[in-house]
């Protein structure tokens, strides 16, 4: 069984969802598809990085798409949100031999079961030549995170989560992820963000960044995770895994003053760059350092994404890279 190569492997493309409807966006419609654009555009880098797939759900949307983004392919492909990284397949293997893994999908545990999103999975991979194959149950690509080697993260939050598959205990899990993605060792961290409507998917809080080496947050003043990430620290820690820490944004509120799930975690590591999200907090320029210094063959840059967070999550979560 072919495991998914790592993040940092070269890339053929990535998958970008685009911010297409006006009823779910609203007033952040216009501002989130500046900083998809924005995104995108870093991680094209003039030509330098990879290719650029923005995916958009309609006309309307595909228009603003290529007027922000013309170095970009547009593909228009009805959709309920941009979330490709949970809706859109994995690509495993490598050259000839590449195929898109699929799996069901049902709107975060039945929280937001959107028109389209159990099916542009299939839909864009077969627009991009792959062999698609779907799997039998439920798993958001946001939900782990690996290393190349055979070594996954996640959380039992979410892959134990009786809204996602009832029937299926711990080792059901792992046999799974064994069976489809080829991963020969699981290592499962607790909770995730508070108010993370995923159930806690873990490219918040745990992210691989070389084989063997996993990145975590460290707390911030008045940190609303600090306890999910001692916890989190101490299960990697009795993993035997590298473990090194980036700053966290802390307590970053929303127009209602609530918490958001805001992370740096959810950066996005491209062959030219590696993006770093940024929400106007007292941490965002050590974030950046911090990312520049684990990726020295790379850009760390830096971009808002407010407007992005309103939807629920960040650069990592709307991308989906496509291996050479």
């Known amino acids: 069984m072919d495991t998914p190569l790592p993040e940092w492997a070269p890339h053929e493309a990535v998958w970008i969802g685009f911010p297409s409807d006006p009823d779910l966006w609203l007033d952040d419609l216009g501002p989130a598809q500046r900083e998809v654009a924005a995104f995108a555009e870093a991680v094209h880098a003039g030509g330098r990085g990879e290719q650029v797939w923005l995916v958009a759900a309609n006309n309307e949307a595909a228009a603003a798409a290529r007027t922000l983004a013309p170095f970009a392919r547009v593909v228009v492909e009805p959709f309920g949100d941009i979330w490709l990284r949970d809706t859109g397949p994995i690509v495993v293997g490598s050259g000839a031999a590449r195929r898109a893994q699929g799996f069901r999908f049902?709107?975060?545990?039945?929280?937001?079961?959107?028109?389209?999103?159990?099916?542009?999975?299939?839909?864009?991979?077969?627009?991009?030549?792959?062999?698609?194959?779907?799997?039998?149950?439920?798993?958001?690509?946001?939900?782990?995170?690996?290393?190349?080697?055979?070594?996954?993260?996640?959380?039992?939050?979410?892959?134990?989560?009786?809204?996602?598959?009832?029937?299926?205990?711990?080792?059901?899990?792992?046999?799974?992820?064994?069976?489809?993605?080829?991963?020969?060792?699981?290592?499962?961290?607790?909770?995730?963000?508070?108010?993370?409507?995923?159930?806690?998917?873990?490219?918040?809080?745990?992210?691989?960044?070389?084989?063997?080496?996993v990145a975590i947050p460290a707390a911030a003043e008045d940190d609303p995770n600090a306890g999910v990430y001692r916890d989190a620290a101490q299960r990697l820690a009795d993993s035997g895994l590298e473990i090194v820490t980036l700053p966290s944004p802390g307590r970053v509120l929303n127009d209602d003053g609530d918490i958001v799930p805001a992370s740096y975690m959810n950066f996005y590591i491209g062959n030219a760059a590696v993006v770093v999200p940024q929400y106007g907090a007292a941490n965002d320029a050590a974030a950046v350092a911090a990312v520049q210094a684990l990726f020295p063959d790379r850009v760390a840059i830096g971009l808002r994404a407010d407007h992005v967070l309103t939807g629920g999550g960040s650069f990592h979560c709307i991308s989906q890279q496509v291996p050479q």
């Open 106 to 213: 049902n709107g975060w545990g039945g929280k937001y079961d959107l028109p389209g999103d159990d099916t542009i999975g299939a839909r864009i991979a077969g627009g991009a030549g792959l062999d698609y194959a779907q799997a039998g149950w439920i798993l958001e690509g946001g939900a782990i995170d690996h290393d190349g080697t055979g070594t996954v993260v996640t959380t039992e939050q979410c892959l134990l989560n009786p809204n996602r598959n009832p029937d299926m205990a711990r080792v059901d899990v792992e046999g799974a992820l064994a069976r489809d993605l080829g991963f020969s060792r699981c290592i499962w961290l607790g909770e995730g963000l508070a108010n993370d409507h995923t159930d806690g998917h873990v490219d918040n809080l745990a992210r691989f960044v070389a084989p063997g080496r």
